[in-house]
Nanobody, 119 residues
Framework: QVQLVESGGGLVQAGASLRLSCAAP????????MGWFRQAPGKEREFVAS????????VYADSVKGRFTISRDNGKNTMYLEMNNLKPEDTAIYLC????????????WGRGTQVTVSS
């Protein structure tokens, strides 16, 4: 059973940067795509960014384009989200997710890491 573990969240001021990590220990032969999502209090979970495990093609939500960068290290089975110029509206729990090749959607989720941006 693949488990995802996020880290790197914290409390920062507007304009600061944070780097989130998502470790996927164990076998990764079945990885197809990994993504970051976020959920703010009282709001629905929203897509942030995704990356193909093979090839590395990326997709971003319009709200984070130009500020966030998603990447992965296949050797370490780890995905990253570099977040720059953070805004108070970026405050949320950030979750990483994995879509395996046997699934049509993200089927493995982490528990999330809190990111809080003060104005």
């Amino acid at each position: 059973q693949v488990q995802l573990v996020e880290s790197g969240g914290g409390l920062v001021q507007a304009g600061a940067s944070l780097r989130l990590s998502c470790a996927a220990p164990g076998r990764t032969l079945g990885n197809y795509r990994m993504g970051w999502f976020r959920q703010a209090p009282g709001k629905e979970r929203e897509f942030v960014a995704s990356i193909r495990w093979s090839g590395g093609s990326t997709v971003y939500a319009d709200s984070v384009k130009g500020r966030f960068t998603i990447s992965r290290d296949n050797g370490k089975n780890t995905m990253y989200l570099e977040m720059n110029n953070l805004k108070p509206e970026d405050t949320a729990i950030y979750l990483c997710a994995l879509q395996q090749v046997t699934s049509s959607t993200y089927n493995v989720w982490g528990r999330g890491t809190q990111v809080t941006v003060s104005s």
